[in-house]
């Protein structure tokens, strides 16, 4: 990370703004719009898979909500080793935090796996959503730990000054999940037609490859 890090103690405040927020916004622009791009494609193949897919909205943003809260946390941490010029601790830090993002969302992930069907019966699925939304949230949990190292990444090289690689990381993920969906939603190219869970698996390949992207450039 030392080779891409920008020392943010120089040149103008402005610039620095405009740069950090400019490719941090086009990567979270990019993450939505493959988010809607889903919600499209679900809207061709049936009502129950789209409504399916909006009773794991509000446990989808939770557990995303929870992912940003550690990369918040992790990034404050490693930025003062940054700024004080001690890499070494700071690679420590990183090795730290990943360990720990690893750790807490595995587990997190396992709790909700086996507390799904209960949530979203209270949610008020029926028995025809219920199987659809369960089906996508166990496999869209699988991916969730790649998803949350390759966010916590993100924060780690944007506290380091550089925001230009996870700002195209973030795009070039969500372009993966875009371009995957359609193969496994509508069974295109040979693959199978899995409608809402095919969403879930183009989620998690496409989050597993920005997930190794990511560990090469951390």
Known sequence: ?????QDLTEGSVASHL???TGFMLMGFVSVMGANLMETVYLGLVGTNDLAGLGFTFPIVMTLQGVTMGLSIGASSVVARSIGLGDWD????????????????????????WFALPAVFS????????????????QIWLIGLPFF???MVGS????AAGNAKTPGYLMTIGSGLQIVIGPLFIFG?????????????VAFVI????????YTYFV
Not at 1 to 5: F, I, Q
Not at 188 to 200: S, T, V
């Open 89 to 112: 601790k700071a690679r420590q830090l990183i090795t730290h935090c990943f360990v720990l993002a690893i750790l807490l969302i595995i587990a997190i992930a396992i709790v909700v």
């Open 1 to 5: 990370m030392a080779n891409h890090a």
């Open 148 to 150: 949350a190292v390759a």
């Open 18 to 20: 405009v740069r950090l």
């Open 188 to 200: 295109l190219a040979g693959f199978p037609k899995m409608g809402l869970a095919g969403a879930a």
């Open 122 to 137: 209270l949610l008020g699925a029926g028995e025809e959503i219920l199987p659809l939304s369960v089906d996508y949230m």
């Open 155 to 158: 924060t780690l090289m944007r």
């Open 206 to 213: 496409a989050r597993t490859l920005s997930f190794l992207m």
